[in-house]
Nanobody
Framework: QVNLVESGGGSVQAGGSLRLSCVVSGTISSINDMGWYRQAPGKQREVAARISGGGNTIYSDAVRDRFSIARDSANNAIYLQMDSLKPEDTGVYYC???????????????WGQGTQVTVSS
């Protein structure tokens, strides 16, 4: 069984910072892309930031220059440092990972349960 557990969400005022963490546990062979997606109330889930196994990063236009994604491959973890937060950053943030459970596995996408981020003006 594979689990993705997020932590670090909370409530802050605009301009504040939060740091999200996601740790993958379970029997796995390898993890390729990992990332953070978010879903605002009444809206579709969208990507915020992604990081490849090689460390290449991609950010959405909405968060570029304010958010920073990092990866700790030794501990199967990723982090999202969120600075200069805005009310429009409010939503549930989900950790995402493409995981091969065995060396023969084609791989599957796994999601965490989500962590709430609320930014007040």
């Amino acid at each position: 069984q594979v689990n993705l557990v997020e932590s670090g969400g909370g409530s802050v005022q605009a301009g504040g910072s939060l740091r999200l963490s996601c740790v993958v546990s379970g029997t796995i062979s390898s993890i390729n892309d990992m990332g953070w997606y978010r879903q605002a109330p009444g809206k579709q889930r969208e990507v915020a930031a992604r990081i490849s196994g090689g460390g290449n990063t991609i950010y959405s236009d909405a968060v570029r220059d304010r958010f920073s994604i990092a990866r700790d491959s030794a501990n199967n973890a990723i982090y999202l440092q969120m600075d200069s937060l805005k009310p429009e950053d409010t939503g549930v943030y989900y950790c995402h990972a493409f995981i091969r459970r065995t060396r023969w596995d084609d791989g599957s996408v796994f999601w965490g349960q989500g962590t709430q981020v609320t930014v007040s003006s």
